[in-house]
């Protein structure tokens, strides 16, 4: 694509503000995973708009018959044309794209400290990203609902339903946070703490509709950071930036990253 094709300014001040920072953070969206091909859940081919959205109590639902919950969830997994299946097809065949490397070429730099994500998919880790804080949990893998221990699925047969944690005999459900279901209260904490030591929080691919997520932003700038949003539309958040990079995250933060590599005081 051609440089004129690109927000220039918006790059530019992107990566000064990056450059300057003490410790960064990142806040990540479905906006990013769904250029790997990842459905978003409210977007206009969205698996909520296609299905509509699941129960505002389903974590009550799983924890009053967890058996009924894990055998409809097994069955949906194999069959075609419900949001499970979707979704796990899409994840399971999804890749790391532009966007998701530059995040962690950020890390490796030492400008960005941690990445929070709102996405389950596992992308970032995959692309090599470390410091990630998954609010919503991360689909590859189990997590007991009793002592809170966390295990790959890949790495735990399920024989019997519901699957109970072999460590204290609690009922072991999808690490995936439910409507209803309280944020790992580690997680949370150490979200918070990211929210508090940050000076630069980059914001990529979110809606800033979703809770608590939604509220990280504006808690930072309240601590005076300063806020960079990459989006290819205006968000509930865009007010709150203070640089705005319009575009598809891929290109925008990979453009982000060569500004970077490219600029004096990085090269010396």
């Given amino acids: 694509m051609p440089e004129s094709h690109y927000d220039t300014d918006g790059i530019t001040a992107a990566a000064a503000m990056l450059s300057a920072a003490g410790y960064a953070v990142a806040l990540t969206g479905a906006g990013l995973s769904v250029e790997s ?9 969205g698996l909520w708009t296609r299905y509509g959205p699941p129960g505002n109590l389903s974590y009550r639902v799983f924890t009053r018959d967890p058996q009924d919950w894990w055998e409809r969830r097994l069955r949906d997994e194999i069959t075609p044309g419900n949001p499970t299946y979707d979704l796990k097809d899409a994840v399971d065949n999804a890749a790391p794209n532009p966007g998701h490397r530059a995040i962690a ?17 596992d992308l970032h880790g995959r692309a090599g990203s470390r410091s990630v804080l998954e609010i919503h949990g991360n689909r590859n893998y189990l997590r007991c609902i009793g002592c809170g221990r966390r295990r790959p699925r890949a790495e735990f047969v399920i024989t019997d339903v519901p699957p109970v944690c072999p460590q204290c005999g609690g009922v072991i459900k999808p690490d995936t946070v439910m409507f209803g279901e309280p944020i790992p209260r580690a ?20 809606s800033g509709t979703v809770n608590p997520a939604a509220q990280f932003p504006l808690l930072a700038r309240e601590r005076g950071a300063k806020i960079i949003e990459v989006n290819p539309a205006p968000t509930h958040l865009t007010d709150a930036a203070h640089v705005v990079v319009t575009g598809a995250a891929g ?5 982000i990253v060569a500004s970077l590599r490219r600029r004096p005081d990085d090269a010396g």
Avoid: H, W, Y
């Avoid at 091909?37 to 081919?45: A, V």
């Avoid at 997680?187 to 979110?206: H, Y």
């Fill in 37 to 45: 091909g990842i459905p978003s859940f409210r977007g206009p081919n």
């Fill in 187 to 206: 997680t949370l904490d150490a979200c918070f703490a990211e929210v508090q030591r940050c000076d630069v929080m980059l914001l990529v691919g979110t």
């Fill in 251 to 255: 290109e925008m933060l990979s453009q």
């Fill in 105 to 121: 070429d950020l890390e490796r730099a030492g400008i960005l400290k941690a990445t929070i994500t709102q996405n389950v998919d």
